[in-house]
């Protein structure tokens, strides 16, 4: 069920990227954006794949929110569940009557990244290191299209700044990971079949 | 309102009489009164005269989080609650509680450090709370509802699916004495019928969004050391921390290699865990795994944490046959709600049906498990019979489903027998006409019924005086769990347990083995200020009883020992104010204190020794063997000696500076203490010793 659901979304998620790159060349092939549209179509530069990924187990996951804690402690340096790059609170009440299986929320570090495509300012960079698709908070100017482009709500926005946050691994060590009393979040090799691993 | 490292900085004031709502400055109280239980009693103390009855109108519920509450720091989701008690005996004095969860760092994200409820509404409402927008609603529809309906709708209103909610169920709107507040499947505002006063408020519950911040004065860095070093000594829930074949056979930390999780969708191997393993720290078998081994485990599906928990103590279970009786299926268990009823022939069912309906009626399982023993026993020695009570006591014998459904709901909706029992253990035992059988122990073969009317959570007899000397002390059952958690949970040897007592409160004497009491010694005083003290950091911070302080530690190397001073650390680190371990211990005995402050004003009485420091007969004699939870109480050769008890009362009073003659705090300690202002107005009430 879960994972049906998921590749549902990421099935939306390619059409989405696909009709962005259609959309682009129909305006008369003039290339104003040169990200938004799939790699290797149409002259647009490849982004490479992430090599990481951190991943949310709901069988084990104890709902402690730590991972929330720890992800707005160390990036934003105060406690802010709703400032965090992962989600476990979003879906808390979906599962905490019925089965008790907390749906985590991360980022999968896409592929074809739409949040990074949907960016005209190309504020969304992809890590050296890690690969993972980060927000550059110099170039962001707050357009906020990332957060409409994502298709599984992870870029969060903050209005008061008019910034863009996403998950960018932490330069490779997640603190969220670290935090994680019950291995539920894990580092692992980034991989595009994510739904269907575990 | 500035800004603070720690604190939110202000305290939310909600008049449901007129619908006032203001927000109090938290400055006013920091540090002095450090968070949570110290700032409640101020606010009791100064706010709430002695006069007042629990379910006045000018009762106040005061809901207090603590500076670390939504922080980093381990085990810290707490919310604390101070009121007038309708539930403790014989007096209706302050009282404390405590719930886990996520509704107090929930407030804090709001941007409050408490919520302090006060007066009473016409009809019923509840409160929403999202930020800084606070309304008062109608909760007509709501009213009757069970507690986990109740919490649905409410946030369904909410419109935000993060927001978090605790109410009342049909217990608490009966204004039961023992009712409870319910956050979640099972965070309790348990012992002190908190649930009545907010029933008598004419208050559903509080609904709360917050998307702010807590702040604190470290590096972010410096904090997470700080954390790493702390989960480093933490112990498994209730100090379980030694696994088999070092830790004894007790330890609540039986690690194993063929632990599994069976009652989720999979499967799931957890094996074998390594202390030291921070990342599976959760995942070490426990409650659960110690409480139901056989039958009940199957419906194990995982532990479950409250917030900022690397610990997570809870089991959450489904069990399906639940939906034969019209009962929600999936529930959080702990210790007694886990347990209380589970008599022999019951079905693994009935067990579970009677957790889930205290649960979801707000009924509170530490008075019920007293109602069951005593009805038990009046009904097998003929004083009531099962048409008069209208209780199906044959049912027991077929498995107790149909026993305790009609049970729980007739206390619940105090129909019938169910409204003397409704008035808790002490007052209905004597309406019924058995207080004394009770307080002697002569009925249900185990008393049970401890100072302050509650059930006898680690009896004193197995516990030496120590455990005598908080009981006394308290106003409640005090619920601090450093002596069983040494000496029965760890699995820690005795002689290494005695070197740390030894370290800590002076001598190896602080501590005897369960049952096998000593003569009383200054070190139990020591030990017994150190579990008040500790108790009100605990409560204050806050930072979880099941594993605060950190008395011992898994570690060899360090000889066991734990760390005492790691609230003192993470307080300083969170606020900047930099406290010592003996400065935050300082503001402790403040605050405790203030505390007997208080209680002596509820007595109207400075001579507390008397009155108020007192265990019922049956601690002075024999303990008999049977007993329902086996791992609580073992069975102890004789009870406390009479004198000796009296003897270590005086020590205690001596080594606090109070009064040896009454058990009241001098003049000259409050003054010590910077409590000036209640001396002068114990004074004023000529409550304050010569
Ligand atoms: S933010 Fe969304 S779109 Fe971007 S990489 Fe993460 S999951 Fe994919
Ligand atoms: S890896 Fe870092 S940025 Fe990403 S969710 Fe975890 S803590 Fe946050
Ligand atoms: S820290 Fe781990 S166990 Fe806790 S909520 Fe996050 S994913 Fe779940």
């Known amino acids: 069920m879960e994972s049906r659901e998921r590749k549902e979304m990421n099935r939306r998620c390619f059409l989405r990227q696909s009709m962005i790159g259609i959309g682009v060349v129909a305006v008369g092939g003039s290339v104003v954006f040169p990200y938004n549209g799939p790699s290797g179509a149409f002259g647009y530069p490849a982004i490479p794949n992430a090599t990481m990924v951190v991943m949310h187990n709901s069988a084990l996951c104890i709902g402690c929110r730590r991972c929330e804690v720890a992800c ?3 990036r934003e340096g105060a406690s802010q569940p709703s400032r965090a790059r992962v989600f476990i609170d979003r879906r808390y009440q979906e599962s905490i009557w019925t089965d008790g299986q907390f749906t985590g929320e991360t980022c999968r570090q896409c592929e074809e990244a739409p949040c990074l495509r949907a960016c005209p300012a190309e504020a969304i960079k992809v890590d050296e290191k890690t690969k993972a698709r980060y927000v550059d908070l110099k170039v962001c100017n707050g357009l906020g299209n990332c957060q409409r482009a994502c298709p599984f709500n992870m870029v969060n926005y903050f209005e008061d700044e008019r910034k863009a946050r996403k998950c960018d691994l932490c330069g490779g060590a997640p603190e969220c990971v670290k935090q994680c009393p019950a291995t539920a979040l894990r580092y692992v090799k980034w991989d595009p079949r994510y739904d269907d691993l575990d | 309102m500035r800004e603070l490292n720690g604190w939110a900085g202000k305290i939310l004031r909600i008049n449901l009489t007129n619908n006032k709502i203001e927000k109090v400055d938290t400055e006013r109280y920091i540090p002095k009164y450090i968070g949570g239980l110290g700032i409640g009693l101020k606010i009791m103390w100064d706010e709430v005269s002695g006069d007042v009855k629990p379910l006045d109108p000018e009762n106040k519920l005061i809901l207090m989080a603590g500076p670390l509450t939504g922080t980093l720091s381990p085990s810290s989701g707490r919310l604390t609650a101070v009121t007038k008690s309708p539930h403790t005996w014989p007096v209706e004095h302050t009282t404390r509680g405590n719930m886990g969860g996520h509704i107090g760092a929930e407030i804090r994200f709001a941007g409050y450090d408490g919520i302090i409820v006060e007066g009473k509404a016409p009809k019923p409402v509840y409160v929403a709370i999202h930020d800084d927008k606070v309304a008062i609603r109608d909760a007509i529809h709501l009213w009757g509802l069970d507690t986990y309906d109740a919490q649905r709708q409410m946030i369904k209103e909410m419109r935000d699916s993060r927001a978090k909610a605790m109410v009342i169920g049909v217990a608490g709107e009966k204004l039961v004495r023992t009712a409870v507040i319910i956050h979640d499947l099972k965070s309790a505002l348990g012992q002190g019928g908190f649930g009545a006063v907010m029933g008598s408020k004419n208050l559903k519950g509080i609904v709360v969004r917050g998307t702010g911040r807590v ?3 470290c590096s972010p860095k410096e904090l997470l050391d700080l954390v790493e070093y702390t989960k480093s000594l933490i112990a498994a829930p209730l100090h379980g921390i030694i696994p088999p074949p070092v830790g ?9 290699d063929n632990l599994q999780w069976v009652g989720g969708p999979k499967k799931i191997s957890i094996g074998r865990v390594d202390p030291k393993d921070m ?15 056989g039958k009940m485990a199957a419906y194990h599906v995982k532990n479950i944490g409250c917030f900022s928990c690397p610990v997570a103590c809870k089991s959450y279970m489904t069990v399906p046959a639940m939906n034969r009786f019209g009962i929600p299926q999936s529930g959080e268990f702990v210790c007694l709600s886990a347990t209380w009823y589970s008599p022999p022939a019951s079905t693994h069912e009935a067990t579970f049906a009677a957790k889930q309906l205290i649960d979801t009626l707000g009924l509170n399982p530490w008075d019920l498990v007293m109602w069951v023993f005593l009805l038990r026993w009046m009904h097998e020695t003929g004083r009531i019979t099962e048409k008069e009570a209208g209780i199906p006591f044959s049912d027991e014998k077929k498995g107790g489903e149909r026993f305790i459904t009609t049970l729980c709901n007739k206390i619940a909706r105090r129909e019938g027998l169910g409204d003397i029992m409704a008035e808790g253990l002490p007052r209905g035992a004597m309406k019924m006409g058995v207080l004394d059988d009770v307080l002697r122990g002569e009925a249900a073969g185990r008393v049970m019924l401890c100072s302050h009317g509650m059930w006898d959570h680690y009896d004193p007899r197995s516990y030496s005086q120590v455990l005598g000397l908080t009981w006394v002390m308290d106003n409640r059952d005090p619920n601090r769990h450093e002596y069983p958690g040494m000496v029965l949970f760890s699995g820690a040897k005795i002689e290494d347990i005695k070197q740390v007592a030894k370290a800590l409160y002076g001598s190896e004497n602080a501590i005897d083995p369960i049952g096998k009491i000593t003569p009383y010694h200054p070190s139990k005083g020591r030990f017994a200020i150190s579990i008040d003290h500790h108790g009100v950091i605990k409560d204050s911070l806050p930072t979880c009883d099941w594993v605060f302080p950190v008395v011992l530690s898994p570690n060899p190397e360090r000889k066991y020992m734990g760390d005492m001073s790691i609230e003192s650390k993470l307080f300083s680190a969170v606020t900047g104010v930099k406290w010592s371990e003996q400065e935050l211990d300082k503001a402790a005995e403040r605050c405790w204190n ?3 402050a208080v209680t002596i004003r509820d007595w109207k009485t400075a001579n507390l020794r008397e009155s108020h420091d007192w265990l019922p007969e049956v601690y002075y004699t024999g303990l008999t063997p049977t007993t329902p ?8 050769e004789g009870g406390l000696d009479r004198k000796d ?20 705090p001098t003049r000259k300690k409050l003054e010590e203490l910077d409590l000036k202002d209640v001396a002068d107005k114990l004074a004023a009430m000529k409550l304050l010793p010569a």
């Open chain 2, 248 to 256: 004894s056979a007790a330890s609540g930390y039986r690690a194993r």
């Open chain 2, 645 to 664: 008890f009296e003897t270590a009362k005086t020590d205690y009073y001596k080594q606090r500076g109070w009064d040896e003659k009454t058990g009241a």
């Open chain 2, 629 to 636: 939870v086996s791992t609580v109480v073992s069975a102890t």
């Open chain 1, 72 to 74: 707005s402690t160390m």
């Open chain 2, 215 to 217: 702040k604190m004065a």
């Open chain 2, 594 to 596: 203030l505390h007997r």
């Open chain 2, 279 to 293: 990342n599976r720290m959760s995942l070490r078998p426990h409650e659960a795994d110690r409480r139901f081994a």
